[in-house]
């Protein structure tokens, strides 16, 4: 490695660190030292989640190797941040190694508290990774097994979280599942809603919501949970409502990595602060935070991590090669998120928009069409987008 190359330095082998780092390797490569960080071997393709709670195939296709998928130009680290040093531009390793950069991408995504509410781990049910899947199949197994049915919750514990169409994808699945084992009958099917919608972007909404009430699900909005209390089998509201369950599903509590947390960088929930078009710290401008990790008025989406570590790394190029200063990066990123939204077991939408753009109205038709893209769409993401190319 030359000591006259700028030294990047991405954190996180997730969706957004592994497209930044491809796109660097490629662009950039006589003028930057490239190495990315990840505590996991793997890149998973988490849009599969909520689709797999009801079927009962491996999750392997989920995944593929960090290394298998990152540009042989970029040096991949397996290890875990512990702290930064932004005053003296340095990184914290587990392994004991500190690693200096000239610029600092943060893409760790989020960190699931789950005891941000009390009651949760004993009696929630998530499907936001590979062992919630494991073990709500199990669930719902004994659910259909005993055959009774009874109260069904779906729920989100905290804002913001990952992905905001998945709570609804698994509500709508729940609704035809149930159907077919024939449940549905004896079910009542219950979402909880923290804002005043079922959705936050109004004009989808609408859409969503006429599904509600087609498929008699009870909407409750303004429901922010503040405890479960697994003795009477009911959720408790800051507002003060009650709600009973015998299955309860909720999205955990999301916040930022912990090694994030206590620098000057980040706001209460331990979020990256970040210009939301530049996608740059305003008061280290050589360090940029996109996907999960940022702090931004748009959904925590893998479409959006896509759009952002595009913009991020057009940026970073321009700066390796001189065409642009550190302090006058262009307004790259316009809020850009896809969705396709799974309305049933056979159906999907699809929503695309941007920070004042709302989705297309051709989008909020749920048809097979978008359900197959939906269905193949990881084989786009795993041999197309995350190469950085599309
Ligand atoms: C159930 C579910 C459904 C979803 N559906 C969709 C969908 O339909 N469409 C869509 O666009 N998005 C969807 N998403 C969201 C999408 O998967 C994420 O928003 C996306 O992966 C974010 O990318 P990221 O790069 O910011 O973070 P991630 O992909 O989470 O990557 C973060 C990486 O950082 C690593 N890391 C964390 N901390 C450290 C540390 N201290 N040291 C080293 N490495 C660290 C992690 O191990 C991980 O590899 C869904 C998510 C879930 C959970």
Avoid at 30 to 42: F, G, H, I, M, P
Avoid at 220 to 238: A, C, G, M, Q, Y
Wanted: with cysteine; glycine share 8%.
């Amino acid at each position: 490695m030359s000591e006259d190359k700028a030294k990047v330095v991405i954190l996180g082998g997730g969706t957004g660190g592994v497209i930044v780092a491809n796109l660097l390797g490629r662009k950039a490569k006589k003028q930057a030292e490239v190495t990315l960080v990840s505590k996991q071997e793997n890149v998973f393709y988490e849009a599969d989640l909520p689709y797999r709670i009801f079927d009962k195939k491996s999750l392997k296709s989920m995944y593929k190797p960090v290394r298998n998928v990152v540009n042989k130009n970029v040096e991949v680290l397996k290890d875990e941040v512990i702290g930064l040093d932004l005053d003296k531009n340095s990184v914290a390793l587990s392994s004991g190694n500190n690693l200096p950069y000239d610029y600092l991408v943060i893409a760790t995504g989020a960190h699931y508290d789950y005891d941000g509410v009390p009651g949760y781990k004993e009696e929630a049910y998530h499907y936001y990774n590979e062992e919630g899947i494991n073990e709500i199949r199990k669930a719902l197994d004994e659910f259909v097994e005993k055959g009774t049915g009874g109260n069904v919750v779906i729920g989100i514990a905290d804002l913001p979280f990952k992905c905001p169409v998945a709570p609804l994808e698994g509500v709508f699945m729940m609704e035809h599942f149930l159907r077919r084992k024939k449940l549905r009958k004896k079910t009542e099917l219950h979402y909880l809603s923290p804002i005043g919608s079922a959705f936050s972007i109004e004009k989808a909404n609408v859409h969503i919501e006429k599904k509600f009430a087609k498929k008699n699900i009870n909407l409750h909005t303004f429901f922010n949970t503040e405890t479960i209390h697994p003795d009477r089998k009911v959720i408790e509201s800051l507002e003060g409502d009650e709600i009973e369950y015998d299955l309860l599903i909720m999205v955990p509590p999301h916040r930022g990595q912990g090694f994030l947390q206590g620098t000057p960088i980040v706001d209460e929930s331990g979020w990256v602060n970040v210009n939301t078009k530049t996608l740059q710290n305003e008061t280290y401008p050589n360090v940029f935070a996109i996907g999960d990790a940022a702090n931004l008025p748009v959904s925590k989406a893998g479409s959006s991590a896509h759009y952002q570590a595009m913009a991020t790394a057009h940026n970073l190029v321009d700066v390796l090669k001189g065409k642009l200063d550190i302090s006058q990066v262009k307004e790259r990123y316009n809020g850009h998120a896809t969705c396709l939204v799974m309305t049933s077991l056979t159906s999907a939408m699809f929503f695309d928009f941007n920070y004042t753009r709302p989705p297309f109205g051709l989008g909020y038709i749920s048809n097979r069409l978008f359900y197959y893209f939906k269905k193949y769409q990881r084989f786009l993401y795993f041999y197309g987008f995350l190469s950085g190319r599309l």
